[in-house]
């Protein structure tokens, strides 16, 4: 499996990014697809999940403001995100994890390298 992000930039307060995450050697039927990020000094945390039935969950932090989807026909999982805050600025990573979904980043079986965001005031 591998997981390669793209779509980070340096944005302003209140912005939108997009960013893209090219799936290959999965298929939907095998779990779940996640967003997760990492700013300097902290954990890496859940941001949005997406299982196989499309179903979708949320960091409160980020509800409202970010969108989840997939693309399956050309194997690419999507993060929307607008009204970007400072406190956004992080790493971005996908992840997969067979069959049920978590929001923690230890329990997922593949990572991708990463995407930078950072958010300016």
């Known amino acids: 499996v591998q997981l390669v992000e793209s779509g980070g930039d340096s944005v302003q307060s209140g912005g939108s990014l997009r960013l893209s995450c090219a799936v290959s050697g999965w298929t939907t039927s095998s779990g779940c697809l996640n967003w997760f990020r990492q700013a300097p000094g902290k954990e890496r945390e859940g941001v949005a999940t997406i299982d196989s039935a499309g179903r979708t969950n949320y960091a409160d932090s980020v509800k409202g403001r970010f969108t989840i989807s997939q693309d399956n026909a050309r194997n690419t999982l999507y993060l929307q995100m607008n009204s970007l805050k400072p406190e956004d600025t992080a790493t971005y990573y996908c992840?997969?994890?067979?069959?049920?979904?978590?929001?923690?980043?230890?329990?997922?079986?593949?990572w991708g390298q990463g995407t930078q965001v950072t958010v300016s005031s």
């Open positions: 992840a997969a994890r067979y069959f049920s979904c978590e929001l923690n980043a230890r329990y997922q079986n593949y």
